[in-house]
C-alpha cells in the first residue's frame, strides 16, 4: 500500500471519537509490583525497564496526540501501583492519575480508561489471579475504589482487555505469566472473567450510577475459503460463536457499550484432519499479519445485534518503515464508516498506539506507534502518517 494513495471520501457520524491507545505496563515503565516485572527479572519475558517513560512524559504524549487531530485517548490504571498490597492503596498512584486524567481533560480528550490490561498485582497473582473466584473479588473491589476516587474523570469505563486473549496466552499457550498449559485452567479463567467483567459493572454503578462502562473484546473476522461449501460455512459459524459471541453473550445485559479489538481476518478451510485457517493474500504488517480493512466492517455487522454503542477500542499495524499506516487507518475507517450507514452505532475508533510501546513477549521490536521513541533518549518524533487524522477532519 502507497502511503495516502486512497482518496475515497467517507463520513464518520457526528461526534465520533478519533483517538488513540495505549496501556500503563508497555509506556509507563518501572511497574515493580507486577507479575509481569516479576517474570522480567528471571529473564523469562524482555524487559520493559523505563518503557517509553510515560509515566513521567505524559502531558508531552498527550499533547501530541492533540495536536495530531485526535480528540480522545484510551489509556490504563496500572493495579499494582494503585494496590500494591492486598488493601492497601496508596494516595500518591491515585493522584498521578488524577492529574493524568485531569490533563486529558485540559487538552479536549475523551477519557477512555481500563481496568485490567494483563497484569495483576503480584500479591493476586501468587494467590492464582483469576483462576479461582478471589481475583473477581479483588477486582470488583479495585473497580469500586478507582470509580470512587477518579470516577468524576472518566468519560468511559473498559474492565478488562482482551479476556480471551489473556486466558489463552497465559493458561494454554503458555507465553505469558504464569507459563501454564492446561485447557481445562484457561476455561476456568476464561468463565472467572466473566463474573470479574460483571462484578466491576456492579461496582463501578453503585458509585456512578450514569457510567458509560464496557469491555474490549478481541474479535477475529472468519470466512468461509469456499464460499458454497457447507462445511466451511459451518466451521465460520462454531468459530465466530466461541471465539467472538460466547463471553458477549453471557455479559451482555452488564455492558453499555461494546469496545472492539481487531487485529486479525482468517478463511477456514473444512479437511477431513481439521481446520485449516489461512490468511488473506493481502498485504502483512512487520509481524506478518495480514492487512484486511472490509473484516472490521463485517465484525461492526456481526455486533449489530447485540443493540449496544461500539468503539473500535485497539486497531493497528506494526509499520516501522510507516509506508502502510496511512492507509490502514483511513480504509479501517471507511469500513467504520460503511458499518454506521447500515445502522451500527460506531461511537469512536482508538488506533494501536499512540507511541512505540513495550509489545509483551515481543518486547520493543514491533513499531505500532504514530509516535516514534528513542528508547535511550526518549525524544519523540511524530510519524508522517499521524497526518491521516487531520486529512480526514478537513476532507
Known sequence: MDQASNDTKFKLPEGFLLGAASAAHQVEGNNFNNDWWHYEQQDRLPKSGKATDHYNRYEEDFLLAKNMGLNTMRISIEWSRIEPIE????????????????????????????LHHFTLPMWLADKGGFENSHGAAAFARFAWFVASNLGQEVDYWVTINEPEVYAGLSYNHGKWPPFKKNLWTMIRVFHNLMHAHRSAFKSIREVLPGAMIGLAKNNVDYEAYRKGNFFDNLLVKLFKYFG??????????????????YYF???LKFTWRGPRKMNHEVPKSDMGWATYPPGLYHLLLDLKKYNKPVIVTENGIANARDDMRQDFIRQHLESMARAATEGVDVKGYCYWSLTDTYEWHDGFNPKFGLVEVNLETMERKVRGSADIFKQIKNQ
Not at 492497601?88 to 481533560?105: G, Q, S
Not at 459471541?245 to 461494546?258: G, P, T, V
Open 265 to 267: 481476518s482468517h478463511t
Open 244 to 261: 467472538n459471541e460466547y463471553f458477549l453473550n453471557r455479559i451482555k445485559d452488564h455492558l453499555d457499550f461494546i469496545g472492539l479489538n
Open 87 to 114: 488493601n492497601k492503596w496508596d494516595a500518591t498512584a491515585i493522584e498521578h492519575y488524577r492529574k493524568v486524567l485531569l490533563k486529558m481533560k485540559e487538552l479536549g480528550l475523551t477519557r477512555i480508561v481500563t
